[in-house]
């Protein structure tokens, strides 16, 4: 299975209970070579010989597996080599499924067809439920179904160990409705990533399954 992740992926690695997040940078035929994020520390368990636990996302599901530290190279960004493994076990199989969620949204229009709009933001959107595919949003902005939005989400304190503290990705306007909540015109918005590539997807991907698990700092 770990054949199977690709260069540019983001994993996790989880070594006794420490978290750190990674991307995949290289597969030489017998390692897998990952690079933790510019500027973090490798946590003092990481180390040649050390076990650690690789989680990483895809449409499949999450996909967790075990390995063995080759060697750990220090630097501006730190180094490491695993070796190949396999016993991959995957939590979910259904594509997309939707995880009840309030997390807070940036929206920015890119491309509408009421050019009032364009570059119109609400940075206080808030989300009603997530997916590795889109999510369900009330805004304050009048959208309209096909408009193309950036969309940006903070993601939880708890689970910036794995993800960065935003994630960001184009979208498209899927559904709109006129809704009213705590005497609060608004309309709730269902909307469809846009990912250029499948980086970015694995990011949305494990974020969903992070929310559903509970995943706790």
């Not at 990674?22 to 035929?29: E, I, K, T």
């Not at 636990?53 to 750990?72: I, M």
């Not at 920015?108 to 009603?128: C, F, H, Q, R, Y």
């Not at 498209?172 to 006129?178: G, I, N, P, Q, Y």
Request: charged share 20%; glycine share 10%.
């Amino acid at each position: 299975m770990s054949e199977q992740l690709l260069v540019g992926q983001a994993v996790g690695l989880d070594i006794d209970g420490t978290k750190v997040a990674a991307v995949v940078a290289g597969m030489p035929p017998r390692e897998v070579l990952v690079s933790l994020e510019p500027g973090a520390v490798a946590p003092p368990a990481l180390v040649a010989g050390a076990v650690v636990t690789v989680s990483f996302a895809s449409s499949l599901g999450l996909h967790q597996g075990r390995t063995t530290v080759l060697r750990v190279t220090q630097g501006r960004v730190v180094s490491v080599a695993l070796a190949r493994f396999g016993g991959i076990t995957t939590s979910q199989r259904r594509q997309y499924f939707r995880v009840p969620a309030s997390l807070n949204v940036t929206l920015l229009v890119i491309t509408t067809s009421d050019a009032a709009m364009t570059v119109k933001e609400d940075p206080g959107a808030m989300s009603l439920d997530i997916s590795g595919g889109g999510m369900r949003l009330d805004t304050v902005l009048p959208l309209a179904v096909g408009d193309l939005l950036k969309v940006t989400v903070e993601v939880p304190k708890g689970l910036r160990k794995s993800l960065p503290g935003e994630l960001s990705c184009e979208a498209k306007v899927m559904r709109v409705e006129s809704v009213v909540r705590r005497n609060r015109k608004l309309f709730c918005v269902g909307i469809e990533y846009k990912f250029a590539r499948e980086p970015e997807r694995d990011r949305w991907v494990q974020l969903t399954f992070d929310l559903q698990r509970g995943v706790q700092a």
